[in-house]
């Protein structure tokens, strides 16, 4: 029996969709729209797809930039600083370097500056190595002038992501070094760890407190750290890997907390992404499967 299209792709769609809007619930509404219109082809339509793997990405992309331009909306509203939903994803993700990479907190906040059209078209192009062509008829715009907006976004996103590269065992090192100072309370081990100009950005939703604007500097960010330790006996700080990279998770009196992604540069954390809305914490409890 021929598997369904559908089912074969559906993790790439899911990839292609949460890639486009930094939210794990809206890509899967979006992946379940692209089912619906696949699914009400009849045969022979279906039968007439030359290529079901671009056919299916092509409709998830539309579906996603209809979508994200409802969100655009949206984000200006929200309350405090906006984040994407963090996943729990496998080991196998984290060893496709590129695919880490382009599911990076440090990625998808700097996709958060493009508009739309320029999002899909950077994420088909440089991520999944969509032809031009195929982009054109997803994105609605003509090959010469996706490839104008394909060099655009380049330039954008290479001016605002991290250019260090890290090792897997320093990022490790870094981060047990980190919790060792939040867990002890060590204001010194912290001063340490962060860069003099770290920041700390906070997506608590207006649903729990968060700082709702960015905290710089180490003076400032090493002692609100340093004082977790004596909210409770009941605290933990544990590492995990999110969106393929090192990051803590922080629990209180045993429940999860908070999440925190952390960019280290340098042997040194430079930005910390710490996610406390309780509604952007639901996926943690199994891995998302994502592929390209």
Do not use: C
């Amino acid at each position: 029996m021929i598997a369904d299209p559908f089912v074969t792709h559906r993790s790439l769609l899911f990839t292609v969709a949460y890639e486009m809007l930094g939210s794990a619930a809206d890509a899967e509404d979006v992946v379940q729209e692209t089912w619906l219109r696949w699914a009400g082809l009849d045969a022979a339509l279906r039968a007439d797809v030359r290529d079901p793997r671009a056919y299916l990405v092509r409709t998830v992309t539309r579906q996603a930039l209809n979508r994200l331009r409802t969100l655009t909306r949206r984000r200006e509203e929200y309350i405090g600083e906006w984040l994407p939903e963090p996943l729990l994803i496998s080991p196998d993700v984290a060893e496709d370097v590129e695919l880490a990479e382009s599911v990076s907190f440090a990625m998808l906040t700097v996709l958060e500056t493009l508009g739309p059209v320029e999002r899909a078209v950077f994420v088909l192009r440089e991520v999944f190595e969509t032809p031009y062509d195929e982009i054109a008829e997803a994105v609605g715009r003509t090959p010469a002038a996706v490839r104008q907006i394909a060099h655009r976004a380049r330039d954008h996103v290479a001016a605002r992501r991290p250019r260090v590269k890290v090792s897997r065992a320093e990022q490790e090192a870094v981060v047990e070094r980190f919790l060792a100072a939040v867990r002890g309370g060590d204001l010194q081990g912290l001063l340490d760890v962060l860069a003099p100009d770290v920041v700390v950005v906070a997506d608590g939703g207006g649903v729990v407190a968060a700082s709702r604007r960015p905290v710089e500097g180490a003076h400032r960010v090493a002692p609100l750290l340093s004082s977790l330790a004596t909210v409770t006996s009941a605290f933990e700080a544990m590492p995990m890997w999110l969106n393929g990279e090192p990051a803590a998770r922080l629990h209180l009196d045993g429940e999860l907390d908070t999440v925190a992604s952390l960019v280290i540069e340098n042997g040194r954390i430079t930005r910390i992404y710490a996610i406390r809305n309780p509604h952007k914490l639901a996926r943690l409890d199994e891995e998302t499967e994502l592929t390209r």
